[in-house]
């Protein structure tokens, strides 16, 4: 007989208000104590210490927007946010500092999170939806330097981008974008050329979330409908839809991949988590313990596989924890 789903590790309260965004950063202090960044519909972002559970620093740099992406930038001490200000900032929180060192107006009112990319030591390339409505815009940080602007071809009606992810296949290979579009297709743009290499339909509805497994050269979306669709890239650059799978309750908010590419996480409007193994999309776990919709998971990067966690964040205010298939 099949285990029944475990329960939370531990559970944080305390931002009184819808968790939108989640990231963990294992680099820096100590041993391997990570720390957890969330951003909250009331626009403040929290730093909680993991071994207290509690909120070490609560930012507020997006007058009281709600926050949807953080991430942070080669250690834990610079951090990106973006918020429905339509500003994504850059935050230098060395030595208990607080202060928001630079910024970026969008002028974009959709809420498509940036994608960040390391292109070498201390630059990073920022994916993001751009002011023309069906347009991504790359940036160079720090430097804010504009790289490209992707645009769709005339009368292609690809609606806005709703989720982005910028890759590459090793550090002296050209930089890639994959973004998922409003009338359900993922793009495979070319930064150098500016140019889409493909385009595949994979939802009928807005793609909601997308991860990438470059290793693999596998990909999985999901959107407002019942279904996740994986697809594949061939030498070719050619996008192909590689199996679908059906899910029982329809909404997907947020997906992600863990780092070791062995499982892999969805967020529902159900209000519940999945974990499916990422080789062949076997279901493993179904995670139920809040009481409204899931916005995002994240997995922690510890390098020891037996200490990582998962973290899902819900409009019910709460930030589940979990211990869940970490050995090798």
Not at 133 to 162: D, F, H, I, R
Not at 204 to 222: C, W
């Amino acid at each position: 007989m099949a285990q029944p789903p475990p329960d939370p590790q531990f559970v944080l309260r305390g931002t009184s208000a819808a968790v939108h965004t989640l990231h963990f950063s294992c680099g820096g202090r100590g041993p391997d104590i990570p720390t957890l960044f969330s951003g909250s519909e009331n626009g403040l972002i929290h730093v909680w210490n993991l071994k207290t559970h509690r909120v070490d620093t609560a930012l507020d740099g997006h007058g009281r927007k709600s926050v949807y992406c953080v991430e942070t930038m080669g250690g834990k001490d610079r951090l990106l946010s973006q918020g429905r200000d339509q500003r994504i900032c850059l935050w230098d929180l060395a030595e208990g500092r607080t202060s928001v060192t630079d910024s970026v107006f969008t002028e974009n009112v959709g809420f498509c999170r940036c994608s960040l990319l390391k292109v070498a030591q201390g630059r990073w390339l920022m994916g993001m939806a751009a002011k023309a409505l069906e347009e991504v815009q790359v940036l160079e940080l720090p430097s804010k330097t504009s790289v490209c602007t992707l645009k769709p071809e005339v009368g292609a009606k690809l609606g806005m981008p709703m989720c982005l992810k910028l890759w590459q296949l090793n550090c002296g290979s050209q930089p890639l974008l994959l973004a998922g579009y409003e009338d359900g297709s993922v793009v495979l743009w070319s930064l150098s050329t500016r140019k889409a290499l493909s385009q595949l339909v994979c939802h009928q509805e807005p793609v909601m979330s997308l991860d990438f497994d470059s290793e693999k050269a596998k990909g999985i979306s999901g959107s407002s409908e019942k279904v996740l669709s994986i697809w594949s890239l061939n030498e070719q650059q050619n996008l192909q839809v590689y199996k679908t799978h059906t899910l029982v309750n329809a909404g997907i908010s947020d997906i992600t991949i863990r780092q070791d590419k062995k499982i892999l996480a969805t967020a529902g409007w159900d209000h519940r988590i999945r974990i499916f193994g990422w080789k062949k999309l076997k279901p493993l776990a179904v995670l139920d313990y809040h009481t409204a919709t899931v916005h995002c998971v994240s997995f922690s990067d510890h390098k020891n596989p037996s200490e990582r966690l998962l973290a899902a964040g819900s409009k019910d205010h709460r930030i589940s924890i979990w211990s869940i298939y970490t050995q090798a």
